[in-house]
């Protein structure tokens, strides 16, 4: 096996209760908003229209809730905790949408493992991580609960 192909994530057994880990930030763009209209067929005026979105309470256009959160998923991906381990993701539990995001916010995840379980069967486990996304004023935009099964350490 070449090193390209060794995970470089952590495997189920590294991950205790309590670890944390924040993420780099990531800017919202128009781009990401017509793809994300594009590739979902949300084009939700709040999101694709300008005018329009002058009339609402937020008095400009909004992010789509799922682009961000789908961001939110790649951010902790890129951290490479999970690269090559990951197995499944089984459950988003308690999300809340709290804040708008808009065009240009940046956002970041900050993570913390809340409980570990073991399933020795499928030589794996699963973590339950409690996220925070938060834009560049340090304002939480979202939160909520994964589930995720991780590789165990082979033997």
Same mark, same amino acid.
């Given at each position: 096996?070449?090193?390209?192909? *060794? ?13 944390r880990l ?5 800017t919202?763009t128009?781009?990401d ?13 709040i ?14 256009r909004v992010?789509?809730?799922? *682009?961000? *959160? ?10 490479g905790?999970?690269?090559?381990? =990951?197995m ?7 999300? #809340? ?5 808009? *065009? ?8 913390? =493992? ?10 794996a486990?699963a ?5 925070? =996304?938060?834009?560049?004023?340090d304002? =939480?935009?979202? #939160?909520g ?8 350490r082979?033997?």
């Amino acid at each position: 096996m070449s090193e390209n192909t *060794l995970p470089r994530g952590m495997y189920f057994e590294q991950f205790q209760p309590g670890f944390r880990l924040v993420t780099t930030g990531r800017t919202i763009t128009e781009a990401d908003v017509v793809a994300f209209a594009g590739l979902s067929g949300d084009y939700n005026q709040i999101h694709t229209d300008a005018e329009f979105s002058k009339t609402t309470p937020f008095g400009r256009r909004v992010a789509h809730g799922l *682009l961000c *959160l789908s961001v939110a998923s790649g951010l902790l991906m890129q951290t490479g905790i999970l690269t090559g381990t =990951v197995m499944a993701f089984r459950e988003i539990s308690d999300w #809340k949408f709290v804040k708008p995001v808009f *065009l240009g916010d940046t956002l970041h995840v900050e993570m913390e =493992v809340g409980e570990v379980k073991a399933l020795p069967r499928l030589q794996a486990g699963a973590l339950v991580i409690h996220l925070n =996304v938060k834009n560049q004023g340090d304002e =939480v935009v979202m #939160k909520g609960v994964w589930n995720v099964l991780v590789t165990s350490r082979p033997s």
